[in-house]
């Protein structure tokens, strides 16, 4: 009877906790977004974009990326290990076309710029303390931040080839 008890009061608990951490974005009248390019950075007012949907190809993030030259063509070798690396590091928490624990990769080089997803990649906790942006998708994503899996400079490289590929 008291394992009866005990359960019925952790299911409440749980059911309380997940109705209170909803977003309570159709409550919010309009939303500013920064979206921004490498030559310039506009704010736009509209209720219908998400945070999730903000882009800034200008930040580089925090971290020991400071620059970096992508080719013109896919290393396709770089996108093998990139694959391997994904799927046992990422793929827990990171799902391709669907929104998870945390974003999907999708897309993710015309949102954010090379250097920002590698420091992302090596240095989270710095991050989601210093980033405006890694800032705010710890918060979309509802404070889960991205376990450090302490990656190479170029397994994060690999990765990120991989990344060019998904769209």
Not at 14 to 40: M, P, Q, R, V
Request: aromatic fraction near 6%; include cysteine.
């Amino acid at each position: 009877m008291k394992r009866i008890l005990k359960g019925l009061i952790l299911l409440f608990i749980f059911s309380f906790i997940l109705i209170s951490c909803g977003d309570g974005d159709e409550k919010k009248e309009k939303e500013k977004i920064k979206i921004g390019t490498k030559k310039e950075t506009k704010k736009i007012t509209d209720k219908n974009v998400s945070k999730k949907e903000t882009i800034d190809l200008s930040n580089k993030g925090v971290g020991p990326i400071i620059s970096i030259q992508l080719s013109e063509t896919i290393d396709e070798a770089r996108v093998v290990k990139g694959i391997e690396v994904y799927k046992i590091k990422c793929a827990i928490c990171h799902k391709i076309g669907k929104i998870f624990i945390g974003p999907p990769p999708n897309g993710i080089l015309e949102r954010r710029s090379p250097e920002w997803i590698m420091n992302m990649i090596l240095n989270p906790e710095e991050m989601v303390i210093k980033d405006p942006i890694a800032k705010q998708l710890l918060w979309d994503y509802k404070g889960s931040p991205m376990a450090n899996q302490n990656l190479t400079e170029e397994e994060a490289r690999n990765i990120l080839e991989y990344f060019r590929t998904l769209k």
